[in-house]
């Protein structure tokens, strides 16, 4: 099976960085994903790691370490927009992704 | 990126009833399809896999006779929540993988909220 935990909730405010940490046990691994949903609505791609490093997308970057079962999503330069719950799921072999409970951040002005 | 479509997005009904929520890949391919459900405030729980011209793959404690599956095409799979109660109120999501990419992103229908009363 699959454990994945991330903080609850964290705010911050309009232009500052947050990092969301997620980290997980699993009994098969194949690629950590960062999802953004909004309330209501289906999630989003934000980012996709298999290796170990740091991807950049923009405002948005994701690390990985395999070895250590972590990883964590960078939101810089947040906008009012970026509130939202931001979602660590993780693949497994099956193509199947098991998702944590998810991390609602606020932004504040 | 490919595009999930889901119908419907909202439906309300009555207990007892029988609801079909549709999902389909409108420009891709998709053998495998994935079901959630998320209840409000608590993450995705995948359901089911849907796997294309065979039986569909439940996730533990989920009742394959309540939520039938059928996935006919390469493109269309169907989740049916048989005699519906308040208790399956919820948010359906679905997901397919494009067969031609390999980046491992799933692409997520626009979900669909079922509300019984």
């Known amino acids: 099976g699959q454990n994945i935990d991330q903080p609850t909730e964290m705010t911050a405010t309009e232009g500052a960085i947050v990092q969301i940490n997620c980290t997980y046990q699993t009994s098969g691994f194949n690629g950590l994903f960062w999802y953004q949903q909004h309330a209501g609505e289906a999630p989003t791609f934000l980012s996709y790691n298999v290796l170990d490093g740091l991807e950049e997308k923009g405002r948005f970057s994701s690390f990985l370490s395999r070895s250590k079962g972590y990883s964590y999503l960078l939101l810089k330069e947040l906008q009012m927009k970026d509130s939202a719950s931001y979602l660590c799921?993780?693949?497994?072999?099956?193509?199947?992704?098991?998702f944590g409970a998810g991390t609602t951040v606020t932004v504040r002005a | 990126g490919a595009v999930v479509s889901q119908h419907p997005s909202w439906v309300i009904c009555k207990s007892g009833t029988s609801v079909k929520i549709e999902c389909r890949s409108l420009d891709f391919q998709a053998t495998t399809m994935f079901w959630y459900r998320q209840f409000p405030k608590q993450s995705l729980m995948l359901m089911a896999t849907?796997?294309?011209?065979?039986?569909?793959?439940?996730e533990q404690g989920v009742e394959k006779d309540k939520f039938l599956i059928n996935h006919a095409s390469l493109t269309l799979s169907t989740l049916t929540v048989t005699s519906a109660h308040p208790e399956d109120s919820s948010f359906y999501i679905c997901?397919?993988?494009?067969?031609?990419?390999?980046?491992?992103?799933?692409?997520f229908g626009e979900g669909s909220r079922l509300t019984v009363l």
């Open positions: 799921a993780v693949r497994d072999g099956d193509y199947k992704l098991s």
């Open positions: 997901s397919a993988r494009d067969l031609k990419q390999d980046t491992g992103e799933l692409f």
């Open positions: 849907s796997n294309e011209g065979s039986k569909a793959t439940y």
